[in-house]
Structures are given as C-alpha cells and as structure tokens.
C-alpha cells in the first residue's frame, strides 16, 4: 500500500476509485465499503484510494472534543494495509481545508488530483465549507466532470454508526465479546515498556508497564484483562491491569501486563497488546497479601479462558 501524507503528494498513473471517511476503528461495517472498492478495482483498470483525515475533523472544528479513537493512525494503517487498499491519502485537517467550497473540493482535489473514475460514499454524506452540499450535489458534479457516484445504503451506513457506537459503549463497559465481534479483529493498543516501581515482581507477578503516546487512544474500562501480544515472532499471553493500582496508593493510570511463561527483557521495546476478554473490574484490598491472593485467582480465570480458545 502506497501512503500518502497530504492530498498534494499523491501521484498515479491510473484513474482512481475513491472512498473518504474518517474510518475509526476500521470494523466489520467500514470493511463491506472498503472490499467494494478493492473489487471494483480488481481488473487493475483502476487504483484503489482512500482518504482520511487527521487530526479527526472534531478535534479541528468542536473545541471542547474529547473524542477518544479507536486507532492511532499507524493502527489504521496497518489495518487498511491488511484489507488490500493499494493508496492511502492521509490529509491534515485544519480549519483553511474546512473552508473549501464543495466545487473546490471536487474540481481540485478529486478531479485534479485524484483523476477519479468513481467515488462511493454515504447518502447522508456532507461536503464542502459548512457541510452545505448533499449526495444529489455530488451526482450533479459527478456528471458535470466525467465521474461516477455509488451511493452506499441507508441499511449500510447504519450498520457502519451502531457498529462504532456498539464498540465505544462495549469498550466502556468491558464488554470485549461484543466489541471485538463489532471489529472483527481484537481491540489493540500499542505502546512502548517502561520501567516501574516493580512491585509487582516483589509479590510474584512481574509486570511489563505500557506507555501509549497517543493520548487520543481510546483506553477501555479499568479493570483485569486476558490479553496477548506477538513477542520475538511468538505469541504469548497474559493478564493486564488497567487502573490506579488503589491498593499501593497509585496516582496516576498504569497498564501493566503480566505474561504467562515469559522471563525476557521488555523495557523500551514497542509491544501491541489485544484484549480477548475482561475478568473483572479493579478493586482495593486491605492488604497486598490479599491483593496477592486475588491475583493468583485472576491468572487462574484466564488460563482457564485461553485454555479453551
């Protein structure tokens, strides 16, 4: 897949196919778009192309956004890469390309630069400076410039908005089941190991601390995990905190994983962590011999868990 970082670099030989969206979390719903473009584009007549934007049009255009993602942008790269879309247009988004008329937008950017044969998009799809033009302006520009327009479904794009408010909610709630069954892959994170205080080697469960740089990344519900991660080209599990370590007097939110049969170095390495499944939510305990004791219980219920995947 050829990634392209602003709308101006990208460059082709062949008329594209073109889908635009924010795609978060790149799940089941967005991949039915995404697989008709990859099959229209399967004669090679045609390139496959993708636009998306970052920062999200919410951080740029609502102040007070929190919104929280479900991929970073290497994540949803690597995901899209996965599906077979063959270019990427990564935009930056800020407040001069909001400004762009819809005309703009498509005489420069999709017929100039883009040389687009079709574009597939929503029916409740807006564009342009102030949202203002629709899918029956689009069809307008289409014939006016030589393009077609494939219009997704009502049943479509519904499926695609449950999907990421199922998710998000699911995440929220600790509901992995229903939120990796959404995605159709396992909710990740990626961050880099750090060393901590190492309590958790003092009571027999040593702990690899994760640092997500991305603060935007959507982090689910506190609690205990069975997680796994590719680690030296094998894959290896384990159990994973997500929380404030109340029962040592923690400040500050820590991910910690603690691998099953695993003793190697981690510390500065990058490691993608999936979550399978949420054991329970965190908890104090009047002493760490009970924390201890309750951790031994948790390793138990997620041997138990893997053992039967």
Do not use: C, W
């Amino acid at each position: 897949m050829k990634i392209f970082n602003s709308i101006n670099d990208f460059s082709s030989n062949k008329k594209t196919i073109l889908t635009l969206g924010t795609f978060d979390g790149v799940h089941i719903g967005h991949k039915k778009i995404l697989e008709k473009l990859i099959q229209q584009t399967k004669d090679e007549k045609y390139e496959s192309l993708v636009l998306t934007f970052f920062p999200h049009p919410r951080m740029v255009l609502q102040e007070q956004s929190d919104i929280k993602l479900l991929n970073t942008i290497s994540e949803k790269i690597e995901l899209l890469e996965n599906i077979g879309i063959q270019n990427l247009v990564i935009h930056p988004f800020d407040e001069k390309f909001s400004r762009l008329t819809a005309e703009e937008f498509v005489s420069t950017i999709l017929v100039d630069q883009f040389h687009i044969h079709k574009i597939i998009i929503g029916h409740d799809h807006r564009f342009g400076r102030n949202r203002t033009a629709n899918i029956d302006n689009l069809i307008e520009f289409g014939q006016h410039y030589g393009f077609e327009v494939e219009q997704i479904s009502v049943q479509e794009i519904d499926a695609i908005s449950v999907s990421s408010t199922k998710i998000r909610k699911a995440l929220s709630e600790g509901n992995m089941a229903l939120a990796n069954e959404y995605l159709g892959y396992d909710y990740f994170f990626s961050g880099t190991i750090f060393k901590g205080k190492q309590l958790g080697r003092t009571i027999g469960f040593p702990t690899a601390n994760l640092k997500i740089k991305e603060s935007y990344k959507l982090v689910p519900k506190n609690g205990v995990y069975v997680v796994k991660s590719e680690i030296n080209n094998k894959i290896v599990f384990g159990m994973m905190n997500i929380g404030y370590n109340p029962t040592v007097g923690g400040q500050d939110l820590s991910i910690e994983v603690h691998y099953f049969n695993f003793n190697s170095d981690l510390y500065n390495q990058e490691i993608s962590v999936s979550l399978l499944h949420y054991i329970r939510p965190e908890q104090k305990f009047d002493s760490v011999e009970l924390l201890k004791s309750q951790l031994q219980k948790d390793a138990d219920s997620a041997i138990s868990y893997i053992n039967k995947l």
